[in-house]
């Protein structure tokens, strides 16, 4: 089931979250966030755009959430977007259920593009992003050090809805 998250979710997404930052170079993040790090960082993006999960028989299999693409004025109607799965949930179509609702959401919202960064090579990530309509724009070569090496960060974009010569005013998410 797909649902907006609740702070008690915070420990789900963690366990999910932790291998990343310790075992790959998927986030650029060393040390997991703790529970109530990430209860902040959920309460705070939940106060404009949806951080949802996906949830089976009470546990969090996956998560996804948008948040803004950047902090000046005319980024408003965009978003970056972020989606990682428990290692179980990989290749069942979770991360299709999530970010399908994610852009649902997304485009009532009124926003129009969105934007994902992934380190490279992440041919699972690629292919799902690919897969529902997202365009590659560009690479920043270099740009983290993990793990003894250098990474590439890909980046792809999403035209959520056609682009209105003059745009309503974004909504707020509404947990």
């Given at each position: 089931?797909?649902?907006?998250?609740?702070?008690?979710?915070?420990?789900?997404?963690?366990?999910?979250?932790?291998?990343?930052?310790?075992?790959?170079?998927?986030?650029?993040?060393?040390v997991?966030?703790?529970?109530?790090?990430?209860?902040?960082?959920?309460?705070?993006?939940?106060?404009?755009?949806?951080?949802?999960?996906?949830?089976?028989?009470?546990?969090?299999?996956?998560?996804?959430?948008?948040?803004?693409?950047?902090?000046?004025?005319?980024?408003?109607?965009?978003?970056?977007?972020?989606?990682?799965?428990?290692?179980?949930?990989?290749?069942?179509?979770?991360?299709?259920?999530?970010?399908?609702?994610?852009?649902?959401?997304?485009r009532?919202?009124?926003?129009?593009?969105?934007?994902?960064?992934?380190?490279?090579p992440?041919?699972?990530?690629?292919?799902?992003?690919?897969k529902?309509?997202?365009?590659?724009?560009?690479?920043?070569?270099?740009?983290?050090?993990?793990?003894?090496?250098?990474h590439?960060?890909g980046?792809?974009?999403?035209?959520?809805?056609?682009?209105?010569?003059?745009?309503?005013?974004?909504?707020?998410?509404?947990?």
């Amino acid at each position: 089931m797909i649902r907006a998250a609740r702070a008690e979710d915070a420990l789900g997404i963690v366990e999910i979250y932790a291998p990343f930052c310790l075992n790959s170079a998927t986030t650029f993040e060393v040390v997991p966030p703790s529970i109530d790090e990430m209860q902040r960082r959920m309460a705070a993006i939940t106060k404009t755009h949806p951080w949802l999960v996906c949830e089976e028989n009470g546990e969090i299999l996956g998560y996804a959430y948008g948040c803004a693409h950047k902090e000046r004025a005319a980024y408003r109607w965009s978003c970056d977007v972020a989606i990682y799965l428990a290692e179980k949930a990989r290749g069942k179509g979770v991360g299709t259920m999530l970010y399908t609702e994610l852009f649902r959401q997304l485009r009532e919202l009124g926003l129009y593009n969105a934007y994902a960064g992934v380190t490279l090579p992440n041919a699972a990530s690629v292919a799902l992003h690919e897969k529902l309509g997202f365009k590659p724009v560009g690479v920043y070569k270099n740009v983290g050090y993990k793990l003894g090496k250098w990474h590439d960060v890909g980046w792809w974009h999403l035209i959520l809805k056609e682009h209105d010569q003059e745009p309503d005013e974004p909504s707020r998410f509404q947990s």
